[in-house]
């Protein structure tokens, strides 16, 4: 039985590195240091995410729905997987603004805070 790939050490949580490869039909095997692509570097619930998000085509709207999650979540998800990848995500202030004006609205709509305070909230943002 084949075991899944790990991607970080369990002791000290550093990245692991391939050091041989086997083919079950020849038996050949070849040693060396091989890297892991940047999707071994993610999470199970990383991997889960990035397959609902390409099953939806990057609609966000569709992701909400499927995993019953609000915008700043799957925002939230999407950037930890990008930043899991390496890749720098900008945190300008106009999409800190942006996210928390969503998610006023979302409390809003859940009834957690009356439209007076959705209202005072919205106006001091920036």
């Known amino acids: ?13 550093n990245e692991l590195t391939i050091t041989r490869l086997h083919c ?3 038996q050949i095997e070849i040693n060396g ?4 692509s940047k999707l071994s570097l993610l ?11 390409l099953k939806n ?7 909400e729905k499927d995993l019953n999650i609000s915008y700043p979540t799957v925002k939230k998800l999407l950037n930890e997987v990008l930043n ?12 800190k603004d942006s996210l928390k004006r969503q998610e006023i609205l979302d409390k809003l709509a ?16 920036r």
Do not use: R, W
């Open 84 to 95: 899991t990848m390496g890749y720098d995500v900008s945190d300008d202030i106009n999409s």
């Open 24 to 26: 079950d039909k020849c």
């Open 57 to 63: 085509s990057g609609s966000i709207k569709a992701i």
């Open 1 to 13: 039985m084949k075991k899944e790939v790990i991607s970080h050490c369990p002791i000290c949580a």
């Open 33 to 36: 240091a091989f890297s892991l």
């Open 43 to 53: 999470t199970k619930e990383q991997l889960n995410f990035v397959e609902v998000f």
């Open 110 to 125: 859940a009834k957690e805070i009356s439209y007076e305070e959705a209202t005072n909230l919205l106006k001091n943002l």
